[in-house]
């Protein structure tokens, strides 16, 4: 079984500040891709990260899988209300159907105040 | 339209009752999947489609889930006699992937958010 442990949960900063989220896992992923879900809305791709050590920028937020491709972060920088969402990883991997498949962590939920 | 239609939007039933929960794909995409999604969690697997090859139901919760994809195209989700712990929001998504093309995004419909009461 692929599990993703994402943190935090929950994620509440003011406009302007810098944060972290977190995607680990004890599993290798062939990717590991990165979506944004607002309300009432399904998730949305923001990036994929394929290679090991990858770095990936889109605008302010930087994306990274760890060397092991078991792990990844996301890194906001100048936070903006517009940046309010909830954050989702998931591990691309090759399941026991024979098939590939993404296991999406928990989420972590954003809300920037203005 | 060229994304994932789901239909219908919001679905509000009484316990014991059947639904049918409709997925129209992005034209040409393979890969069909459903998703559960409790109040802003992640999202949890129910069962996915592949061309014409037997669907992954691994993912399915119990024998009151079932689904079907007709045609290749359009997917439905049936969930027999509703209990109130099914009620969350559920996505369908569909990718151009096969089983030899890994790292293939999914494009995700807005849902439909089922309420048994």
């Known amino acids: 079984t692929q599990l993703l442990e994402q943190s935090p949960q929950f994620l509440s900063i003011q406009e302007g500040e810098n944060l972290t989220v977190y995607c680990n896992s004890s599993s290798v992923f062939s990717s590991l891709q990165w979506y944004r879900q607002e309300p009432g809305e399904g998730p949305v791709l923001l990036v994929t990260?394929?290679?090991?050590?990858e770095v990936k920028k889109l605008k302010r937020l930087t994306f990274q899988f760890g060397d092991a491709r078991k792990d990844s972060s996301l890194h906001i920088t100048a936070a903006q209300p517009g940046d309010t969402g909830l954050y989702l990883c998931?591990?691309?991997?090759?399941?026991?159907?024979?098939?590939?498949?993404?296991?999406f962590g928990k989420g972590t939920k954003l809300s920037v105040i203005p | 339209g060229a994304g994932v239609s789901q239909s219908p939007s919001n679905k509000v039933t009484e316990k014991g009752k059947d639904v049918e929960l409709r997925c129209d794909p992005i034209?040409?995409?393979?890969?069909l999947y459903w998703y559960r999604q409790s109040l802003g969690q992640g999202l949890e697997f129910l069962i996915y489609f592949q061309g014409n090859s037997a669907p992954d139901k691994s993912g399915l919760p119990s024998d009151r889930f079932s689904a079907e994809r007709t045609g290749g195209s359009v997917s439905t989700l049936t969930i027999q006699r509703t209990q109130q712990e099914d009620s969350a929001v559920y996505l369908c998504a569909s990718s151009p992937r096969g089983v030899d093309r890994p790292n293939q995004p999914q494009h995700f419909g807005d849902g439909t958010r089922l309420s048994i009461l």
């Open positions: 990260v394929v290679t090991g050590g």
């Open positions: 998931a591990g691309d991997h090759f399941s026991g159907a024979g098939s590939y498949q993404l296991t």
């Open positions: 034209s040409g995409h393979t890969a």
